[in-house]
């Protein structure tokens, strides 16, 4: 099982690799600027629609890790319990050899509650995490939301950019047209 770093490192955008791309769409001085606008809006809604899954996939690595621990600290509380509840029936004993095992019921039971505090401290982990999974999904949904926004903002900037230029195009051949009647 990977780390969620090594997940989240993994991830095939890197901070570096966004600036590049990007700068890679500013540099590009013959583009007409509706195509790069095109470019502008598959790329930001490229972003929109990794960043949460990224983020939602190093949650789970994390979760799976720590869900491991619980359960082999579980099963180990679980063989404790059996191999004292063992010892309480032959109480005549004061250390008890049990399933291999030897040491008075007070070790055995300090065995015990350090397994279940470490189980409850990994339970708490467990939903301090489920805790920051809910906040980043919802801080993903904000931020889809507001990509969806700016999004349709672009489109509509873009269409009057478009229109702008079919305007300009029109007004530079009547420039023309009249040149050439002033040279006629």
């Known amino acids: 099982m990977e780390s969620p770093q090594e997940a989240c490192s993994s991830f095939p955008f ?9 700068l890679r769409m500013w540099q590009q001085p013959n583009r007409r ?19 949460p899954l990224a983020l939602a996939g190093c949650c789970r690595v994390e979760v799976a890790s720590l869900q491991e621990e619980l ?9 404790l319990q059996a191999k004292l509840e063992i010892a309480m029936q032959t109480p005549k004993q ?3 050899q049990v399933m291999g095992l030897t ?26 995490l489920a805790k ?3 906040a980043a999904l919802a801080e993903a949904k904000v931020a889809q939301e507001r990509m ?3 999004g349709i903002q672009l ?25 050439d009647k002033l040279v006629d």
């Open 155 to 179: 489109q509509s900037e873009t269409e009057r950019v478009i229109g702008l230029q079919d305007d300009l195009k029109k007004a530079q051949s009547a420039i023309v047209e009249l040149q």
């Open 33 to 51: 600027s509706s195509e790069m606008m095109k470019q502008v809006v598959i790329f930001t809604c490229m972003i929109a629609l990794v960043f």
């Open 103 to 128: 040491g008075s019921l007070s070790e055995f039971q300090k065995q015990i509650d350090a397994f279940v505090s470490f189980r409850e401290e990994l339970q708490k982990r467990e939903d301090e």
């Open 148 to 150: 969806d926004k700016l």
């Open 71 to 79: 359960d082999r600290a579980l099963m180990e509380r679980n063989d």
């Open 94 to 96: 004061s250390e008890v």
């Open 132 to 134: 920051l999974r809910q």
């Open 14 to 22: 890197s901070h570096s690799r966004l600036y590049s791309i990007w």
